[in-house]
């Protein structure tokens, strides 16, 4: 049940660990058992007398980082020795100037004197490898550099704080208990004694269990409160697509992207309602066409509002409903829609209210339809529209109540994992089957928990996760 992990490498890695752009500073990372005698070779100090190894550790200098007699930059340079460092090693960080050219330089000298070029996220693989870190703790790295929002950033820290790592260790320990205690009576039948023992093991198997289960129920909301809820907004001519798109849009830029590998690029625009991160997908439909559904046909209509989560169905409240409406509102009968009927501030004209809809439609199930009055001239509706997001993606929570969510889909898979593990040992003891059945399922419980914060995992998972992470860390 140990942890398989072959291939760490022991060579002296280099990186460029802050972003490639013109900035003041910008920061070049070694570390390994090298790092201090290579940055001897290329480093001296402001009084031309100090070389690295005499340098205190754990303090920063001023000084040069030279090509032979060439002097490439002004730095400080500071020591971390092993094993009071991120990586458990010698780390040396160059902080120069943040020109792309001169952190290249540097960077060229290092690899010249015998650095290796790091892989992305290769830092934090050896914090992990070292033991400094567990898994969790490693991917809430990646997701506090990554965070959009502030949920993700509080959940990421909260992860990085160890939170999930020891609510995982507790549940191990309590699974590890039983397993011995079998193992125990199982050898030494003499010694204990397994009269009610699984009677008792259930009891503690199910409370382990609904600790997983809740685990695992935070985790979709989790995730929508972390990546964001995918929406299409869907509407007739003039009902105020643009306007809704532009209200929620705000007085922030627009982050536009484009989102390749599809038949055709979608664009993407990231907007907020409060806390809640909207990715409202093709836009550049929204802007550029008057008619969305019927230039784009019912068929491709459908596919939008298949690849969403979430649509918002905007009518003009000042034209009757007709069949095309009708055509819509059945297209999303399966989606989590949320109809608008907007400009409610022309009230003399109003032709559709929610009353009228539901009663036209009352064939397609609108009884659970949320419905809101809207203007996006006003900015009428705004709050209930968030209210009503929370309410079909969040429990109807705009603000986060649990302490811990589980946002990363490993960890709810492996969850998953241990959780049925555990269901078939319940199984076991239901069928009365004897004891050493139990803890063939425990012990996967156990190393499924063991796979989220990293002791029981192999190397391809560990070159997986930390291919994904960012240069220089
Ligand atoms: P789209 O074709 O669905 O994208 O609709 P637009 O957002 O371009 O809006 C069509 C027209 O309706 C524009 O002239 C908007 O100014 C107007 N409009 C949009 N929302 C409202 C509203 O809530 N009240 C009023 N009175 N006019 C609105």
């Known amino acids: 049940m140990s942890t398989v992990l072959n291939n760490f490498s022991n060579d002296t890695i280099c990186a460029i660990a802050t972003a490639m752009s013109d900035a003041g500073i910008g920061i ?3 570390s390994g058992k090298d790092a201090v005698s290579i940055c001897d070779k290329i480093y001296i100090s402001a ?26 930059d002004e730095v400080m340079i500071s020591y971390m020795k092993a094993p009071h460092s991120y990586t458990k090693e010698d780390v040396i960080e160059i902080n120069s100037h943040g020109g792309m050219l001169v952190m290249n330089e540097i960077l060229q000298l290092l690899l010249k004197n015998g650095c290796r070029l790091a892989e992305p996220g290769e830092f934090t693989k050896r914090a992990f490898l070292n033991g400094r870190i567990d898994l969790t703790k490693a991917e809430a790295i990646m997701d506090v ?15 990085l704080q160890g939170k999930v790592y020891s609510k995982i260790k507790e ?41 997983i289960s809740f685990l695992i129920n935070t985790a979709d909301e989790g995730k929508i409160r972390k990546d964001g809820i995918k929406t299409v907004i869907v509407g007739k001519p003039n009902a105020g697509k643009s306007s809704l798109l532009n209200t929620l849009t705000g007085d922030e830029r627009a982050i536009v992207t ?39 046909g019912v068929d491709k209509a459908k596919s939008k509002v298949s690849e969403a989560d979430l649509v918002l169905y905007i009518l003009d409240s000042t034209s009757a409903l007709d069949d095309e409406d009708k055509q819509i509102i059945d297209l999303c009968k399966d989606k989590k829609t949320i109809v608008l009927l907007n400009k409610n501030d022309l009230s003399d004209n109003i032709k559709i209210t929610e009353d009228i809809l539901r009663m036209q439609f009352s064939e397609i199930k609108t009884d659970k339809l949320p419905v809101i009055s809207t203007s996006m001239l006003k900015g009428n509706g705004i709050q209930e529209l968030k209210e009503a997001v929370a309410d079909l993606f969040l429990n109807g929570d705009i603000v986060p109540k649990q302490e811990l969510y589980i946002t990363n889909l490993r960890h709810k898979a492996l969850l998953k994992e241990a959780y049925d593990s555990l269901m078939l040992v319940i199984d076991s003891i239901d069928k009365k089957l004897s004891e050493d059945f139990y803890n063939v399922d425990l012990t996967n419980a156990y190393a499924a928990l063991g796979e989220i914060i990293g002791e029981e995992v192999g190397d391809d998972l560990v070159e997986e996760i930390f291919s994904k992470f960012c240069m220089g860390k």
């Open 28 to 30: 070049i990372r070694v």
């Open 47 to 72: 009084n031309k007398e100090h070389t690295l190894i005499k340098h205190v550790p754990n303090s920063i200098r001023f000084g040069y980082i030279c090509d032979d007699s060439k002097i490439i």
């Open 145 to 159: 550099i990554r965070a959009q929002n502030n949920f993700a950033l509080e959940s990421s820290r909260s992860q």
């Open 171 to 211: 549940l191990r320990e309590k699974i590890l208990y039983q397993m011995a205690f079998i193992e125990s009576a199982l050898d030494d039948p003499e010694n204990y004694d397994l009269t009610g023992f699984p009677e008792k093991l259930r009891g503690i198997i199910e409370s382990v269990n609904s600790e």
């Open 258 to 296: 484009d989102i390749a590998g599809t038949t055709r690029d979608i664009i993407e625009e990231t907007v907020r309602l409060g806390d809640i991160v909207l990715h409202v997908i093709d836009t550049a439909g929204i802007r550029n066409t008057d008619d969305v559904i019927e230039k784009i």
